[in-house]
């Protein structure tokens, strides 16, 4: 693998991200390509300079983060033989965009849909979602590069063009793995927005006789969603599991005092204390659990990752409920907990939350506890 950059007019940000691949990555082969303005030219002269069989395809704004998980795009890419890339999230000022389109062709006008393809997961547990077109932070074949060169007359607004040359091809799909993410800053030096206000969507339609619309999220009807609720413990996420109990969600096994799956809780029990994850054991209980369910238990604050590929099946939203540190630990330590213990306690268990709430990768909630009532009332239960 190789890390292919290209960069125009930005040497602060460039240094910046080869920086945070050496930190990361400090045996990454790293190409770096001057564009001159075209894109599509630096592109296709890195995949040419490039003699690993994958290439990373980054710009110049980018920086490596705790996020970047290379190996499991490499994971997804060598498991998966439908793919010529696998891309993952831009993380931009605290906002994750995770971009995956398929085309809809019909007469003279392309649009760009999100993608409803099948969730998949590789043996070791990588969550992807294949698509047509993604963002261009991604791991891909070289050879599907060189033998598909971007097209040069084409120095900015090649996105669509190449996405659509792949997949008209009939050859090839990409895919998002939304838990990989990557930090976008977005750097504008003196000129930059001239020079990227260029257009040469005209082009494109030309090409290819077609009116490409603008990507738009395709909606249909479904049923309540199975619901995961996430949370620190003591954080008023047993009464939230039971208010959603009373409007229709499914408990299961849940046990009177808590809410609890008491097969879940055995799966993350056993997890925590043997560092082995029973898949079939958490299948069998996520089988038994009437949909659409709703599953809480603390422990998913340290286990979550472990879940996800015996949750793609059911991909349930997450529910994350936070609430003052301070009421938290109060909390535990009215059940005896050593005030110092429980403080530790709540900030490992908070800042775990966080991270599983931010690489979850499907639909997600986040509000707090004191306005669970507000949050339980978004849920239009007749849809």
């Not at 960069?7 to 990361?24: G, H, W």
């Not at 499991?72 to 891309?87: K, M, P, Q, S, T």
């Not at 831009?90 to 993608?115: I, K, M, P, T, Y």
């Not at 005209?202 to 603008?214: A, D, P, T």
Request: aromatic content about 10%.
């Amino acid at each position: 693998m190789a890390a292919c950059i290209t960069t125009y007019r930005r040497p602060a940000a460039l240094a910046r991200l080869v920086r945070s691949i050496e930190r990361r990555y400090p045996r990454l082969t790293i190409l770096i390509q001057h564009t001159g303005g075209n894109l599509s030219w630096g592109r296709n002269q890195l995949a040419r300079a490039c003699r690993a069989p994958n290439l990373l395809l980054l710009e110049d704004d980018f920086e490596f983060s705790e996020e970047t998980d290379l190996d499991a795009l490499l994971d997804i890419l060598r498991h998966d033989d439908e793919l010529a890339g696998v891309g993952g999230s831009l993380l931009e000022q605290g906002r994750r965009r995770a971009w995956r389109h398929n085309f809809d062709v019909f007469r003279d006008r392309a649009a760009l849909r999100e993608s409803d393809y099948e969730w998949r997961a590789t043996p070791a547990g990588a969550i992807y979602q294949p698509c047509h077109a993604m963002l261009n932070f991604g791991l891909f074949r070289r050879d599907v590069m060189t033998e598909l060169p971007w097209d040069e007359n084409l120095p900015l607004s090649e996105h669509r063009d190449w996405y659509f040359r792949l997949w008209r091809g009939g050859r090839w799909r990409v895919a998002l793995a939304p838990h990989v993410g990557i930090l976008h800053h977005r750097d504008r030096p003196e000129g930059y927005r001239e020079d990227r206000s260029r257009s040469f969507l005209h082009r494109v339609r030309k090409k290819h006789g077609l009116r490409f619309q603008s990507p738009e999220a395709h909606f249909s009807q479904r049923r309540r969603p199975n619901l995961l609720v996430l949370g620190v413990g003591h954080a008023n996420t047993t009464i939230t599991t039971r208010q959603l109990a009373a409007l229709g969600w499914n408990v299961g096994d849940a046990d009177q005092e808590f809410a609890e799956s008491v097969s879940v809780r055995t799966v993350n029990q056993q997890l925590l204390a043997s560092k082995r994850f029973d898949a079939r054991a958490a299948t069998e209980a996520l089988r038994r659990a009437p949909a659409p369910w709703v599953l809480k238990d603390p422990r998913f604050a340290e286990t979550l990752p472990h879940w996800l590929s015996v949750l793609l099946p059911h991909r349930p939203m997450l529910l994350w409920i936070t609430k003052s540190s301070d009421a938290v630990v109060a909390s535990y330590a009215r059940r005896g907990v050593d005030d110092a213990r429980a403080k530790s306690i709540v900030a490992a268990r908070e800042e775990a939350c966080r991270k599983h709430f931010e690489r979850w990768p499907w639909e997600k909630l986040h509000f707090d506890a004191e306005q669970v009532r507000a949050a339980v009332s978004m849920f239009d239960v007749n849809r």
